[in-house]
């Protein structure tokens, strides 16, 4: 109970779509809501790849969490991060930015804290290909894309210039499938004319993935017009192969047949496979939990920790019947949290399991096509672009994010005008510093990796659920 007004204290541990959603359940309960984020925004993971290729600002994906919750009279927000958790004592332990140790009591704890970029296994390929996750991922991603056709349109070494006009991808799930597209569309209209010396549309797009074909989480039927659709487009696909080297050369694949293939390339970039954060170990570990592969968390059907009524887990962050990683799982399950507190404390529980109404997925590849899977209608091209678009806009979070976001997307279809497209100068492509560092003749003397033999490892690649 809280001391001053004698309510329950609940806390929330992220503020992406779980975290908020059951904030806004609880808007008007009588509790008092502290919510925990790393971060002081909430992020609109589905739009990040339109914020690395110049569509849309950081801004209008990712609102301010204080903002969110200026008119939620009983919650509070608190930048930090949470480290471990006293089960027995309730209380959450987060340290906040510089250092210092804070703790939290409460009554219900809701965890929903996502799931994070996973390198299976080799972290270390993060230094040469940033993943997908976060607002730093999707402006380094930007910095890297923009910076490689700059770098080329000033090299004069050809074997240079076609070093910087390679970019790979890892993951053939949607988020590598959306990024693919966008940087072909970039490639072929927007920089198309802007360029002295380089021929933007010369720019090799290669997508590899582990698996036999690119949206494969999408049934064969609208995979293999996504594959048909990437090929038109002009990206290369590579299924079946292996991730198993990165460097600052580009990386090398092992194919099916046990074949080892390195391939140049300027700009890398990450979209295969989650893992849980470490605090979801810590979690487990103070409250006996189970984990799956990827460190999910094993809920009972009411999303609460087994012989813990008062800690439910949300969103990407539970295992539960196969439930995909998608946003519409995390506000369903976010909602039935921040309700199901409500109930509690009313005394109206009613016991009823969290039940998730499938939506459907959708996946972008490039302008006027989309993918949409809805229970058994499979739409694809134009009328799939229609329903992605409106999907997307409803999901936005905020009046003025929606407007501003149809706004930009109108002057990118349109006009092929991508307005966010600044980028800094330090960390271009695998440059630290443009004006410091010494530029490669080709990219085979950039690496502090050699580029020897493949490490040998078993980093498959796999596509995002959903
Ligand atoms: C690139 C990309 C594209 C996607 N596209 C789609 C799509 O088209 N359709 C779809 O339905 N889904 C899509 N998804 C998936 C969707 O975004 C996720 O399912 C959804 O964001 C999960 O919500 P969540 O609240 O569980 O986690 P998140 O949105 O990841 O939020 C977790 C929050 O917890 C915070 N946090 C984590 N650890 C801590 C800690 N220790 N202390 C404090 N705070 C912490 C984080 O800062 C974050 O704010 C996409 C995901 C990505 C990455």
């Known amino acids: 109970m809280n001391e001053r007004d004698g309510q329950r204290r609940v806390v929330i541990i992220g503020g992406g779509f779980a975290g908020l959603f059951a904030a806004r359940a609880l808007r008007r309960a009588p509790v008092r809501v502290t919510l925990i984020d790393r971060a002081e925004y909430h992020l609109f993971q589905p739009l990040l790849y ?41 209380r959450v332990v987060a340290t906040r930015p510089l250092g210092q140790q804070l703790e939290f009591a409460y009554d219900y704890l809701i965890v929903a804290t996502g799931m994070q970029q996973s390198y299976f296994g080799h972290d270390e390929f993060a230094r040469w290909a940033p993943g997908m996750k976060t607002i730093e991922d999707a402006l380094t991603i930007r910095r890297r894309v923009f910076g490689a056709f700059e770098m080329a349109e000033s090299a004069t070494d050809p074997a240079e210039r076609s070093h910087w006009l390679t970019f790979a991808l890892v993951g053939a799930g949607p988020t590598g499938v959306e990024l693919a597209g966008q940087l072909r569309e970039l490639a072929t ?93 810590a979690i487990a570990a103070a409250t006996g939990a189970k984990q ?69 997925s959708a996946a972008y590849i490039s302008r006027g096509k989309a993918v949409v899977s809805v229970g058994r209608l499979h739409l694809s091209g134009f009328i799939g672009w229609w329903m992605w678009l409106f999907i997307h806009i409803g999901f936005l979070t905020g009046f003025r994010n929606r407007l501003g976001a149809v706004l930009s997307w109108w002057l990118a279809f349109t006009r092929d005008l991508r307005r966010e497209r600044v980028f800094t100068t330090r960390e271009v492509g695998f440059v630290p510093d443009i004006y410091t560092a010494r530029l490669p003749a080709t990219g085979t003397e950039l690496p502090s990796n050699p580029r020897t033999e493949p490490s040998g490892t078993n980093a498959e690649p796999s596509s995002r659920p959903g």
């Open 292 to 360: 799956d592969r990827a460190g999910r968390i094993l809920v009972n059907a009411d999303l609460t920790i087994p012989d813990h009524p008062e800690i439910m887990v949300t969103g990407d962050a539970i295992s539960l019947n196969k439930l995909p990683g998608v946003a519409e799982v995390a506000m369903q399950t976010g909602l039935y949290a921040g309700n199901r507190i409500k109930h509690d404390i009313t005394g109206r529980s009613n016991g009823k399991p969290f039940r998730y109404r499938d939506l459907g």
């Open 189 to 281: 209209k927007t920089l198309s004319r802007e360029y002295h010396h380089i021929q933007p549309k010369d720019a090799r797009v290669l997508l590899f993935d582990g698996g036999n074909a690119p949206l494969a989480t999408f049934g064969p039927e609208l995979s293999a017009k996504a594959a048909t659709t990437l090929t038109k487009l002009g990206v290369e696909q590579y299924m079946g192969s292996i991730v198993t080297d990165v460097d600052g050369t580009g990386l090398s694949v092992r194919a099916k047949d046990g074949t080892v293939t390195h391939h140049d390339a300027g700009c890398v970039l990450w979209t295969a496979g989650v893992e849980a954060p470490p605090v979801a170990a």
């Open 50 to 90: 339109q914020c690395s290729t110049g569509i849309l600002s950081e801004g209008k994906i990712a609102p301010a969490l204080r903002e969110l919750l200026r008119k939620h009279k009983n919650a509070e927000l608190v930048l930090a991060e949470v480290t471990g958790l006293d089960a027995a004592g309730r």
